[in-house]
């Protein structure tokens, strides 16, 4: 009989283009997003909470295909049931979609408008690289059933409040608002309705916060030579042709009354262009009203996110504090959020045009950015540790513990093996714990403890004299009952 063979243990390694959060990264981004959350419930916004999995027709903007079905996204198909072929069903891509059909399913119970916020995973199945990870976290706040543009003026308000809560001081953030009607109206003027040229005119123009006016001219045009070397074919159009999009794209000026004059004139008679440029100055009106100058919201032209998704007012929050790059060079550390106005994406459901706006947050950017500033990052504490040196006492060092957390104090028991004391204070060093409790027979029957600070005896290590080191001991001793108040006083202390 032939041996078996032996099945190989799996790989101890997460997948392609994921990772794995550790303790303190989970504590930071808990507590951003609940400083978020806080701005959300304040404005008004209510949680949701909705499936991770949504069925592929319900996403909508990946359907299966003979070669790669659901290219895109993470999808599987259920099994067949009898005649009828098993649902395509996927982890969703954003919190967006998810959002078009919980309001369709349930419009009927919800208020209109309706205000939600959310926040968690979601998960993409493109090419991963440095930085980019195929799960990452969003945290979007949508008004849906408002067709005012009052409503988008209200997330951008929101979003500049949310920013500053978080930690992004005023000063090293600006959100930019535009408007993708007045970008139709200048497409309009231009006789680039629909086709080829009016697409190739689309991925130029997104290309200008990357090549400025000159690169976008010179694309628009014959083409360019980019950083590597390469020709890249232009569009093909004149520079009477172009002088639309330039003119649109560099309408931006110092006062937000000459930036809509500017646009005004890049969209001629297009009505529908005209439309976007008084939707834009209803909301610099409305900000205005309510203290958001142009410190902290602007018109800016040169936003042009999702140009096949929105539909009016886009907007994007933009950090403009320099950071250093892989190679040493200084750079703005860019975008962190953005979203806009699709009012088209319920209809899908229900035949029938329900406005929306929103926007979404970049958490992990977010996060990113806050260490950066120096916000968050930190040595993060670990608990008080409280040490074994009599296992037959472990009911009273539970007891212990047990009354440090009730005063709030975060402890815990060292529950590995006792006998060597120095791996207890390894295991409480690596722990990041700030202080440890030391109790065996001895202090028990003299009703005292050790206290032992291991911040102090640390910063003593590495530069005390023997004179200092007795002059300032990091452990000491102190009647049992004042442990508690002993514990909370030390780590105030440290806490400043």
Known sequence: MAKQKKQPRPKAETPKGFRDYFGAEVTERAEMLQKIAQVYHLYGFEALESSAVETVEALGKFLPDVDRPNEGVFAWQEDTEGDKPGDWLALRYDLTAPLARVYAQHRNDLPTPYRRYAMGPVWRNEKPGPGRYRQFYQCDADTVGAPSVAADAEICAMLADTLEQVGIPRGDYIVRVNNRKVLNGVLEVMGLDEGAARDAV????????????????????????????????????????????????????????????????????????????????????????????????????????????????????????????????????????GGGRYDDLVKRFTGQA??????????????????????????????????????????????????????GIRAEVYLGNPKNFGNQMKYADRRGSPVAVIAGSDEFDRGVVQIKDLILGAKIAENATLEEWKERPSQFEVPRAQLVEKLRDMLDGQDQ
Not at 212 to 222: A, D, F, H, N, Q
Not at 260 to 280: F, I, Y
Not at 357 to 379: F, M, P, Y
Request: no cysteine; hydrophobic share 40%.
């Open 202 to 337: 689309l991925r130029t123009i997104d290309k200008f916060d990357k090549v400025g006016e000159s690169g976008v001219r010179e694309l628009l045009g014959k083409g360019r030579l980019d950083a590597s070397g390469a020709y890249i074919d232009g569009v093909g159009l004149s520079d009477e042709q172009a002088g639309p999009v330039l003119a649109f794209l560099t309408s931006k000026s110092d006062s937000a009354a000459q930036t809509l004059e500017n646009l005004r004139a890049a969209v001629g008679d297009s009505v529908v262009g005209l439309e976007g440029v008084q939707e834009l100055e209803t909301i610099s009106n409305l900000l205005a009203a309510q203290g958001y100058g142009p410190d902290r919201i602007v018109i800016d032209p040169s936003v042009v996110r999702g140009l096949g998704y929105y539909t009016g007012p886009v907007f994007e929050a933009e950090l403009t504090f320099e950071i250093f790059d892989e190679k040493g060079r200084k750079r703005q550390f860019g975008s962190v959020a």
């Open 354 to 407: 329900v406005p929306a706006t929103g926007v979404s947050i970049g958490v992990d950017r977010l996060l990113a950015a806050l260490r950066e500033k120096g916000r968050i990052g930190g040595t993060v504490p670990g608990p008080v540790v409280v040490t074994v040196m009599d296992r037959d006492r472990m009911a009273e060092y539970q007891d212990m513990v047990g009354e440090l957390r009730r005063a």
